[in-house]
């Protein structure tokens, strides 16, 4: 006769007499561990995901912020007579200007403990 390897069933009809407070006791450590681990391992996980998701977003809007700029210059160079220095000088222009635009919202820092 061949064994099968694996888990061991318990009994179908124990003894009589057979003493269920080590069930009870197994059962509830093991609700004891489940409930540390839902408050622990839970968040930080959400948390792991989060940075990582928004990792991935950051990168990926950079990239696209990077690659609409250059097509915006590919096309400035091709729709704008003369060298591709007019087109980057355009360019230039309207990045100026939109950092001017920038720079003119900023707050100004509040002097604090002076």
């Not at 003493?19 to 609700?31: N, Q, Y």
Request: proline share 6%; net charge positive.
């Amino acid at each position: 006769m061949v064994m099968k390897r694996g888990r061991r069933r318990p009994p179908e009809n124990p003894p009589e007499g057979a003493d269920d407070s080590v069930d009870a006791a197994v059962a509830r450590f093991v609700d004891l561990v489940e409930a540390v681990r839902a408050r622990t391992t839970g968040p930080l996980l959400t948390a792991a995901r989060a940075v990582v998701y928004g990792l991935v977003i950051m990168t990926a809007a950079v990239a696209v912020v990077v690659l609409i700029a250059i097509a915006a210059i590919r096309a400035l160079d091709i729709a704008v007579p003369g060298d591709v220095w007019s087109a980057h000088l355009i360019a230039a222009g309207v990045f100026g200007g939109a950092g001017a635009w920038a720079w003119s919202k900023r707050r100004p820092r509040t002097a604090s403990g002076t």
